[in-house]
């Protein structure tokens, strides 16, 4: 049986949210009201990793972790790239809530599979 090698980059990833937050945010501050869109931004980013870090535990738990990271990952991409089609600041808002929710899939994806990766001790 030949072993198999998986290169997790999660540097990448926490790279990739980093930048979107930065392109995001300074796209709202150039909108109309930028203080309404930027406190939306962060609500809806953070209600959106809330209402679904139970069922990314449970995701995470039953289904393939390496699998969940790269949907998430791809998902998060579609939603920013949406952005190019659609310029109203809510539309960002909402972009952001969906973001929330693929942050925490691929987050607690990647908590969970240390242990697998580098053993339990």
Do not use: N, W
Not at 63 to 78: D, F, H, P, V
């Amino acid at each position: 049986m030949k072993p198999i090698h998986y290169f997790y980059t999660k540097a990448f990833s926490d790279f990739s949210s980093r930048m979107q937050f930065i392109g995001l945010t300074s796209a709202l501050l150039m909108s109309t009201h930028p203080e309404i869109y930027v406190m939306l931004f962060f609500l809806g980013r953070q209600i959106g990793g809330m209402i679904i870090s139970y069922l990314a535990g449970i995701v995470a738990d039953r289904y393939s972790k390496r699998r969940t990271m790269i949907i998430s990952e791809l998902a998060s991409g579609i939603a920013v790239l949406s952005l190019l089609f659609i310029e109203h600041p809510m539309f960002i808002v909402i972009a952001a809530f969906i973001l929330g929710i693929t942050y925490t899939f691929f987050d607690v994806s990647f908590r969970s599979s240390i242990p697998i990766m580098f053993g339990e001790e």
